[in-house]
């Protein structure tokens, strides 16, 4: 037996719903349905039963002698199918943002852009080539977020990077006022905040406020977070140098090949590089980057193992598996689970468990 979910919002100029029956119909059964009004118009939210597979479902809006059907293509089973339809507009919407753009919404918002129907129009408009996410300068912290569609802003720092440290304090962000064709300069979509103070060693969220729901989430610009990857971390400049790092280019960079046919590539996952007792790793140190990168490792046969060992084979290009900082599950003990990372929640940040 299947049961698709489904969720239909369906919108009127005039915002007369009860002069209206609704129905949703497939392979002859008809059934009657019901409604609650929300911000778009009337909101319908039930389940579809059926004993086989199913591409499609018919919405049918009865208004006087006139009939008006929709064919609503389902999601793929057991997602939600969540549509947008508006009286006098013959598109179905699958997202929101579209819905609201068009003409027949009675509060249309023409900027409503979608990237995935306007991409080109919406980068036009809303573009930022500038640095975003949180710096800290002279004891001051700098915010910045590139958020278009938001109404509001606020920044949330947390007491420290501590998964349930208490909120410290909330600021409200400021939203760029100027538009240019120079996206360097084109600030109306973006977000910024300066504070007066040190925030080093504390964390922060943004509570991102829409036309219709709101969210609190990280910055996607961090470059460290809390141990479970939901806060944002704040580092000073120090602590974000590391020691004996150097960016070269050109012939300064001897490890580049001229010829890239002599490149000998090793795939590595850094937890399953050193993670084994049998690694000759520090037992403090083994799955952590810090255990990959320890010399003079050698098994119980005194064999080399971890880096020395793919040194050793002859490899001179390494490839890491995922180092970003992942989506988390736990084990009844609080461990995090085994996992590849191939889910990344903060792309810009080192995975905490590699620590």
């Known amino acids: 037996m299947y049961n698709y979910p489904m969720r239909i919002h369906y919108h009127r100029k005039n915002g007369e719903y009860d002069t209206c029956s609704f129905v949703k119909s497939k ?16 909101l319908f939210s039930f389940e579809h039963p059926s004993a086989h597979p199913l591409e499609s479902l018919n919405f049918v809006v009865h208004t006087g002698q006139t009939s008006k059907e929709y064919a609503i293509r389902f999601n793929h089973y057991p997602l939600l199918t969540e549509v947008w339809i508006l009286e006098g507009d013959d598109r179905i919407y699958y ?10 919404y009675k509060n249309q918002n023409p900027f409503a852009f979608d990237k995935a129907i306007n991409s080109a129009s ?8 500038g640095e975003l996410g949180c710096r800290v300068e002279d004891n001051q912290a700098h915010f910045v977020l590139w958020a278009p569609t938001a109404t509001e802003v606020q920044v949330v720092v947390y007491e420290s990077a501590a998964n349930d440290a208490p909120v410290w304090k909330t600021f409200e962000m400021e939203r760029g006022n100027s538009y240019s064709y120079n996206h360097k300069d084109n600030t109306i979509g973006v977000w910024s905040l300066d504070v ?105 046969y005194g064999q080399s193992t ?28 609080g461990n995090v689970t085994y996992n590849w990372g191939y889910d990344p929640q903060n792309y810009n940040a080192p995975e905490t468990s590699f620590n």
């Open 27 to 42: 392979d002859q059964r008809i059934d009657l349905l019901t409604y609650k009004e929300d911000y778009f118009g009337a």
């Open 95 to 104: 997202s929101e943002n579209p819905a609201i753009a068009s003409p027949f």
């Open 122 to 129: 919406f980068d036009h408009h809303w573009g930022y080539q």
């Open 196 to 300: 007066e103070e040190d925030l080093t060693g504390k964390a922060y969220q943004y509570q991102v406020q829409f036309p219709h729901h709101q969210t609190l989430t990280r910055d996607p610009y961090t470059i460290a977070t809390s141990p479970d990857g939901k806060r944002s971390a704040i580092l000073s400049h120090e602590e974000k140098q590391v020691e004996n790092f150097e960016v070269k280019h050109g012939s300064e960079a001897t490890w580049r090949l001229k010829n890239p046919c002599k490149a000998v590539i090793c795939e590595m996952h850094i937890r399953d590089l050193t993670k084994s007792p049998t690694s000759g790793v520090d037992e403090h140190l083994r799955g952590t980057f810090l255990g990959a990168a320890q010399t003079g490792t050698v098994n119980q």
């Open 306 to 333: 971890a880096f020395d060992y793919i040194k050793k084979i002859g490899y001179n290009y390494v490839q890491l598996q995922p180092i970003a900082d992942r989506h988390k599950e736990y084990d009844a003990d």
